[in-house]
C-alpha cells in the first residue's frame, strides 16, 4: 500500500504559476498527476518514472513540469503559464509497475485526496 498526500493547490490568476507536491508513505517507481475539471472526465496529465524519464499530454506540455525527490518520496508539478481551462482538481497516483506510460495511469494502484486548483481570468 502507499499513502498519497497531496498539497500546494489554491487560486491564481491566468499566466500564474503554482507548485503541486504529493508525498508518498514509500517509493512507487511510477508516479503521475492527472486532473478533473467540474463535469468532465478525469484525465493523466504527466508522468515519471523512478528514473526521471517523463511524459506529459499535449494541452500541459511546456507549460508543466513534473519531477520528484526519491530520497523523500515527494513527486512536484510546477504549473507555469496557467490558464482558465486549467481549472480542476490535481490527483497523485502512484503504482509499483516497472514500466508506465501515460495511457496506463487511469488503472494506477493508489490515488491520493486531490487538491483544488482555480484560475482566474
Known amino acids: 500500500q502507499v499513502q498519497l498526500v497531496e498539497s500546494g493547490g489554491g487560486s491564481v490568476q491566468a499566466g500564474g504559476s503554482l507548485r503541486l507536491s504529493c508525498t508518498a508513505s514509500k517509493f512507487a517507481n511510477c508516479m503521475a498527476w492527472s486532473r478533473q475539471a467540474p463535469g468532465k472526465e478525469r484525465e493523466a496529465i504527466a508522468l515519471?518514472?523512478?528514473?526521471?524519464?517523463?511524459s506529459y499530454v499535449h494541452s500541459v506540455k511546456g507549460r508543466f513540469t513534473i519531477s520528484r525527490d526519491n530520497a523523500k518520496n515527494i513527486v512536484y508539478l510546477e504549473m507555469n503559464d496557467l490558464k482558465p481551462e486549467d481549472t480542476a482538481t490535481y490527483y497523485c497516483?502512484?503504482?509499483?509497475?516497472?514500466?508506465?506510460?501515460?495511457?496506463?495511469?487511469?488503472?494506477?494502484?493508489?490515488w491520493g485526496q486531490g487538491t483544488r486548483v482555480t484560475v482566474s481570468s
Open positions: 497516483a502512484a503504482d509499483f509497475a516497472r514500466l508506465c506510460w501515460t495511457s496506463d495511469v487511469p488503472g494506477f494502484a493508489f
Open positions: 515519471i518514472n523512478g528514473g526521471g524519464s517523463d
